[in-house]
């Protein structure tokens, strides 16, 4: 395993994210949350050390066949969530910009607060990020990001901040 590597959920993985499988243990729900199809292995060592051994964990993710290995990804739109690719994501003042230009729908404002989350600090934002996930309009996804940024505060993570209050401004 390359810590240049990045690991993409499967369709089964997805789905036992979803239904909240009870073989998963909170370390692996954590780690599975984090793996997004951008971030590297060295990525989820940093964001996830309070997790353990990773790369025992993402072998162990792999074993069940809710990750992919770089090897055996393939094309598949069933297999990559939502808003997440193989390939690196933009950083996230550009992702703020293009908001600004083309409009932000709550999906978009989702997917895009749950990753300044959980590259801001880690795991420890799971419950925020799921919160802010099961939103179903504008308003309560404002409300629950708004906790994020005092997460983000009490973490110190000035820039991340920054980016999540840009981004809610952008919601409208």
């Known amino acids: 395993m390359l810590d240049t590597w990045t690991y993409r959920k499967t369709e089964r993985g997805v789905q036992a994210f979803k239904e909240r499988s009870s073989f998963l243990t909170p370390q692996l729900r954590s780690l599975l949350i984090m793996i997004d199809g951008a971030k590297s292995v060295a990525d989820l ?38 808003g997440s690719a193989p390939a690196p994501a933009p950083a996230p003042a550009a992702t703020a910009a293009q908001a600004h230009t083309s409009g932000l729908s709550l999906q978009g404002f989702q997917r895009q607060a ?49 980016k999540l209050r840009a981004l809610m401004a952008q919601l409208g």
Request: aromatic share 2%.
């Open 114 to 162: 749950v990753r300044i989350l959980l590259d801001g600090i880690g795991p420890m934002a799971d419950p925020i990020c799921e919160r802010i996930e099961r939103c179903k309009s504008a308003a309560d996804a404002a409300k629950a990001a708004e906790l994020g940024v005092q997460l983000l505060i009490d973490s110190r993570r000035p820039e991340a901040v920054q």
């Open 45 to 82: 060592k940093r964001f996830g050390a309070a997790l353990g051994d990773i790369e025992k964990s993402l072998n162990m993710l792999a074993d069940e066949g809710l990750i992919e290995a770089p090897q055996a990804q393939t094309p598949t739109p069933a297999a990559t969530p939502v």
